[in-house]
């Protein structure tokens, strides 16, 4: 049956295998230029606005910057469940440390991520050395993540006044308002340029250094690639690492959105994270995609999101629908990946 399909569509599903993050994305972009309300007055549709961009992109900034590091654990054919976890461990860390005992935000930010890489490092280490399936691995450090958000704030939220002792009583840190205030001459936060930076430097990583060519050959053949010659094991550390950093960083927009440190914050994170690099068009099964398709799958994702508000859909159905899409997005991937196989063959 696969076989006919292809003879008869093989063009056609050959580019849309190489291209369905995009084509996705033109699709969702076209619905919502078209079926979102119009502006008073005039036939524009509200999506089309530069306001309603930006607000998009600042929304979704942090989930994009999970995803950007959840690509390089995907690639390896590997997954990390803890980044939401990791997320909340350092807004509640940061903001703590800002709030609480009154450091700079500099020194406060170094200190957050690196915690939150020490977890991915953890995480990575535990999977390397001992065969550990990812699932589980990062399912424990989940907890930990989580555990230690609440234990370093008593389980309370961190904002001026919550304690006697903090040394900030009222207002908020500077570095808050900094970070979600457009910058002058580029019209976006520095929130949103961050999640921009962070997917031109992974896709450099990735694209360009020995390193990014290793978590492509882990992801297509792990076996081979340990019989190469190449250090397997450092390479999953070094890719849990840096999925773990970016939920670090994704912690401090967290914190900076909401102008506290929430140990609750990142819940069920990790899982738009997972869907916009799906979705975008990497596979599960490691070995193919990147950090072009992850910018494409958390747009799409952040599109509909928009969408659907936009249209004033209740958060039930917005769960179902994002819910569909996941499971079509990987349904398509299968059925493509199967073609391609057969046409090898």
């Not at 935000?105 to 535990?126: D, E, H, N, R, Y």
């Not at 970070?179 to 992974?202: D, S």
């Not at 076996?223 to 397997?232: H, I, M, N, P, Q």
Request: proline residues 3%.
């Amino acid at each position: 049956m696969v076989s006919n399909i292809y003879h008869r569509f093989g063009g056609i599903l050959d580019i849309a295998g190489r291209y369905r993050g995009v084509l996705a994305f033109i699709v969702v972009f076209a619905l919502g230029a078209f079926f979102t309300p119009k502006l008073p007055g005039s036939n524009l549709s509200v999506f089309l606005t530069w306001s309603t961009q930006r607000d998009t992109l600042l929304y979704y900034a942090e989930y994009g910057i999970l995803a950007a590091g959840m690509t390089l654990v995907i690639l390896t054919a590997g997954i990390d469940l803890s980044v939401g976890a990791v997320l909340g461990f350092a807004a509640t860390m940061f903001s703590l440390l800002m709030v609480g005992y009154g450091w700079h935000a500099l020194p406060a930010a170094l200190v957050t991520i690196l915690a939150a890489s020490a977890m991915g490092a953890i995480s990575g280490f535990v999977i390397a050395r001992f065969r550990m399936q990812p699932f589980v691995a990062t399912l424990g450090m989940m907890l930990v993540a989580r555990g230690a958000a609440k234990w370093i704030c008593a389980g309370q939220k961190v904002q001026p006044g919550a304690q006697p002792w903090f040394k900030m009583q009222t207002g908020k840190p500077e570095f808050f308002d900094w970070m979600t205030t457009p910058a002058k001459g580029v019209g976006l936060q520095p929130v949103v340029l961050l999640f921009l930076l962070t997917i031109i430097l992974l896709w450099v990583v990735v694209k360009y250094t020995r390193f990014g060519r290793h978590l492509y050959a882990i992801g297509g053949n792990e076996e081979a690639t340990r019989l190469s010659g190449v250090s397997v094991g450092r390479v999953k550390i070094g890719a849990y690492m840096l999925c773990a950093m970016t939920a670090g960083l994704a912690g401090l927009c967290n914190a900076s959105l909401n102008t506290l440190g929430d140990p609750e914050a990142g819940f069920t994170y990790e899982l738009d994270a997972i869907a916009a690099v799906v979705i975008g068009g990497s596979s599960l099964a490691g070995g193919k995609g990147g950090m072009f398709f992850t910018l494409l799958g958390a747009m799409i994702i952040a599109y509909i999101n928009k969408i659907l508000s936009l249209n004033n859909f209740e958060e039930p159905a917005k769960l179902m629908i994002r819910g569909a899409l996941i499971i079509v997005a990987v349904l398509i991937q299968q059925t493509l990946e199967a073609v391609e196989k057969r046409r090898v063959k």
